[in-house]
């Protein structure tokens, strides 16, 4: 596809570099031409240097063969007006970020009267990651498939689990438990484990079911399955905002620490329920002046990677305190993997695996739609679900009998409201609604599954 990526900031980047992996023919537009070509050096992309808002500048950067249109600069209102001009000049799909939380409740206006294909809030998305959770402390991760029924819960097998040991083979016949092990994470390398494979003392597990199997599942395991009932927020932007209001809902209790006073302000007038606190929330003697050792849960929002880290690794040097930390760099994302925190959450990436589901979903519909797309196992598994919509080489046959390429599972089948984790004996049919997990496979349909 050809695409224009308005906006050379983190995000902007953090898009072009995943689309540009997939083969993707980019443009980036920017102000700053100096920004361009440091940023994206190395990548196999184009540049224009121009105002994203202007018609002229668009028409130089090649908008009327543009298929997609991506704005991610500063100002919501510039990615709105880009995107309406990219519409009109160039009738491509189009894509805005837009942060302001007075937009969050009008989404579906500005589409519907913009004509936008799809507006994207980075913040409200981390927020909602960060909020699933800490509603299931002991996740380091949680993706969510069809609707929010069913999930895929990360964890990490401890020296005193009771899963250590186990063989997947055995999870049903002696355990009755109604869940799937779909991927196991030990060292570097990602597995798609079968039934004779024997859980580890360290191994990253991803276990799918519906919320119900998993929260039974972590019950008979002897895992904590309470939420948080109490969580101290570090830096109260939009993110922190977001989740603030999100856990309140949920009955949780929040502590704000935010180091602005105006911030503050804002935040006191729009979360009453909260406690908020303006003081530096990094500093040690802070964290144990209001409370860190009594909660049950942390976030360290503040706009500064190395702050966050630290501050995380802080806690938990001072309590047993569940940390979601965010970091907005992916380019060392190995090396941070490796500090040993409870959960580390990156918005771009977030925000890149929706914007490549959106783009997968235009290239290949033949036969199924792209539902939901997630990056998993610092990008060695990809999570996909998909919508079966016509007959295939897939349909009709058990899976026993599908010559599915190897690193291929198939996790769930919803079928008319029913989830199924599938056996050899079921099949794939019309109507149906599937998850899976892949290890390096180029799958973007569902007859990708197939050698």
């Known amino acids: ?6 906006g050379c900031g983190k995000v902007g980047v953090a898009i072009v570099e995943q689309l540009a992996a997939e083969g993707h023919t980019i443009t980036v537009v920017d102000t700053n031409k100096e920004r361009l070509n440091t940023r994206l050096n190395g990548l196999d992309v184009m540049t224009y240097c121009g105002d994203g808002c202007s018609a002229a500048t668009l028409d130089g950067a090649g908008i009327e063969q543009t298929d997609l249109f991506i704005a991610t600069m500063d100002s919501d209102e510039t990615n709105l007006l880009s995107c309406v001009i990219a519409k009109k000049k160039g009738n491509c799909k189009t894509i805005a970020r837009v942060r302001n939380p007075i937009y969050n409740m009008e989404t579906e206006f500005l589409r519907r009267e913009l004509d936008i294909d799809m507006v994207v809030n980075p913040e409200l998305m981390t927020a909602y990651e960060f909020s699933r959770i800490f509603k299931f402390p002991y996740a380091s991760q949680i993706d969510t498939f069809l609707g929010d029924k069913v ?7 401890k020296a005193d689990s009771n899963l250590k040991g186990t063989k997947l083979m055995d999870m049903r016949s002696k355990h009755n438990c109604n869940v799937l092990i779909s991927m196991v994470e030990r060292g570097d390398e990602v597995i798609i484990p079968d039934g004779h494979f024997v859980l580890e003392e360290g191994d990253m597990v991803g276990a799918v079911g519906t919320m119900r199997e998993i929260y039974a599942f972590f019950k008979k395991f002897g895992f904590a399955t309470k939420k948080a009932s109490n969580v101290i927020i570090v830096g109260g932007g939009k993110t922190g905002f977001y989740l ?40 040690k003697e802070i964290l144990l002046e209001e409370g860190i050792e009594n909660a049950a849960g942390l976030a360290a929002l503040t706009s500064i990677d190395e702050e966050n880290i630290l501050l995380s690794l802080n806690a938990m040097s001072l309590t047993d305190v569940k940390t979601a930390t965010k970091v907005s760099r992916t380019n060392f994302e ?17 925000l890149s695996d929706r914007i490549l589901q959106f783009v997968r979903s235009l ?14 196992g610092g990008g ?3 999570a996909l679900s998909f919508r079966i919509t016509e007959e295939s080489g897939v349909t009709g046959i058990p899976l026993a009998q599908l010559k599915m390429k190897k690193g291929v599972l198939i996790c769930i089948i919803s079928r008319k409201g029913k989830n199924i984790i599938p056996s050899g004996s079921d099949s794939l049919e019309v109507g149906d609604r599937v ?11 569902i007859e990708d599954i197939m050698e």
């Open 380 to 382: 060695k598994a990809e």
């Open 363 to 376: 290239q290949y519909t033949m036969g199924s739609n792209i539902e939901y797309f997630r990056r998993l």
């Open 151 to 157: 999930e895929m819960v990360h964890f990490k097998i």
């Open 435 to 445: 998850v899976i997990v892949h290890t390096k496979v180029d799958i973007k349909n």
């Open 244 to 283: 603030a209001r999100n856990l309140i809902a949920s009955g949780v209790s929040i502590k704000i620490i935010e180091i602005s006073k105006a911030r503050c302000d804002f935040l006191a007038e729009n979360l009453p329920e909260a406690d908020i606190i303006c003081a530096d929330g990094t500093a």
């Open 1 to 6: 596809m050809k695409i224009i990526v308005v």
């Open 334 to 350: 190995e090396v941070i993997n490796r500090m040993n925190l409870d959960t580390i959450i990156f918005p771009n990436k977030i």
